[in-house]
């Protein structure tokens, strides 16, 4: 399972546990119920936007949606698998990458800030490149 599958699978959770129907919630992040349906059930790439607004629609911290979908240890290799032709480059950032994801399981919110960060980043399409 892949990290947009796990928040998927966290974001299903929490509307369970809110005791939600998949309308309420796709109404109040006003977006069709398709969409959100999509989005529950890891069809489509679920956003840092989306994830900030399910948070605050859930009421729960934003961490709260991400670290339990990367508390299954997933191996962030930021690897689109060669179509833009930088492999070489992605390569050598991904020593980077791996460090601030490790950071991240230390608890602490210096480790927190950078790990939102570098996913705010890769959902943006950004690089550490210089």
Do not use: C
């Not at 299903?12 to 992040?29: F, N, P, S, Y």
Request: proline share 2%; aromatic share 4%; charged share 20%.
């Amino acid at each position: 399972m892949n990290i947009n599958e796990l928040t998927a699978s966290r974001i299903k959770t929490l509307r369970a546990q809110k005791g939600l129907t998949i309308e309420a919630v796709a109404d109040g992040l006003e977006i069709s119920k398709s969409a959100y349906s999509q989005m529950e059930n890891g069809h489509v790439e679920i956003t840092l936007t989306r994830i900030e607004l399910l948070a605050k629609y859930f009421n729960v911290p934003i961490e709260e949606i991400i670290e339990s979908s990367t508390t299954n240890h997933q191996t962030f290799t930021g690897n689109n698998g060669g179509t833009n032709g930088n492999n070489n480059s992605n390569n050598n950032n991904n020593a980077n990458n791996r460090s601030t994801v490790n950071n991240f399981f230390s608890n602490n919110e210096e480790s927190l800030d950078a790990m939102l960060k570098v996913v705010k980043d890769v959902l943006q399409g950004k690089t550490n490149q210089p």
